[in-house]
């Protein structure tokens, strides 16, 4: 069941026109030949792929990432026709032939997938179209040197198989000095001149903030297109997409010394005002962040107001004394996140990074899509 908004702990504003703002922004950051397509894994990274993709499409994205099978079938129903859905964790075991029938494309990682691939392109004796990733430094998916030099002394190893995309994923991509970004670089040149001559990619987010070294023929950013920083440490050039706000539950008067939550690891150092306010971790809001996280009143954003105690699965308590006498009936709303608390500073209250912030957000909150065309 959807939560109604008066019942709801918290509320979860989504800005598609901000989304679909980020979305041009990358795509004026690289040169025009240049294509943009949009990572929608994970439910478009947890904002809702039936709402968020028709806007992507709407502002000229025809290639989509998701990371399963499950997820480019969900998805084929949502996109339009012309849509390309690639699937970066490739066909599991025994469901090439399904994958095939959604219209979708495998990123294959393995010589395993390959052979399954082909496999399957014999029995419909048709080339079958594919994307072919390069591990060049991550050791998470792809082929390795070892894998890519048997497909290039074996001319018959990508039979039936028509690769349209070569890629990689650079590990350190939002530290821009980083060595390991050109070394990831040089070592996906060396390998896929091995291959086949076809279209790459190599840059997500971050990696599109490199420079055009990084861009070749497609960038496939997912953070950033929802308002997360690219640039960790610099201005965010995104627009914010996300703001959550929490219901207030009741408010207490309490004195010195006086425990707040379980294990009582907050105790007041001197007479203080508790907001309760109706989430928790089960909302998405990690237990790390009593003690280390800050709310704010709208209208009084210059009083950051400390999350204090430990969070707990339905609810977390807000020191308001900064409030002075302020009334805070129950259901005053609180930004968590929002025009003066961006995700990312909640998320490093959290010792965390704002995309794990981002797909926890639950499914208790209330969600309001925003646009100005009224999608």
Known sequence: MVPTQEAAGGWLSIDLD????????????????????????????????????????AAGCRNFFVATLEEGIALRAIAGGEAAIFVLGGPPPGCDAALHAARLVPVLNSLEQIAAWRALARTYDTALHAVLQLDSGMSRLGLGARDVAILAEDGDSL?????????????????????ANRAQRDTFERLRAQLPPTLASLAASSGTFLGPDWHYDLIRPGAALYGLNPTPGQPNPMRPVVRLQLRSLQTREIEAGTAVGYGARFIANRPSRIATLAAGYADGLFRAAGGRGYAVLPGQE???????????????????????????????????IGPSLPIDDLAAACDTIGYEVLTALGHRYHRHYRSGDGL
Not at 26 to 41: F, I, S
Not at 160 to 176: F, K, T
């Open 159 to 179: 039979s039936g198989i028509r690769p349209v995309l070569v890629m990689s994923h650079l590990a350190c991509a939002d530290e821009p000095a980083h060595p």
């Open 302 to 336: 210059d009083i950051r107001l400390p999350i204090v105690g430990r969070v707990s699965m339905d609810c977390l308590a807000l020191d308001i004394t900064a409030l002075g006498e302020t009334p805070v009936p129950p259901g005053t709303a609180f930004d968590l």
């Open 18 to 57: 901000a989304i679909a703002a980020n979305y041009r922004t990358l795509r004026e950051a690289v040169a025009p030949g240049v294509r943009t397509a949009a990572a929608v894994k994970a439910d478009c990274y947890g904002l809702g792929a039936a709402r968020v993709v028709p806007v992507l499409e």
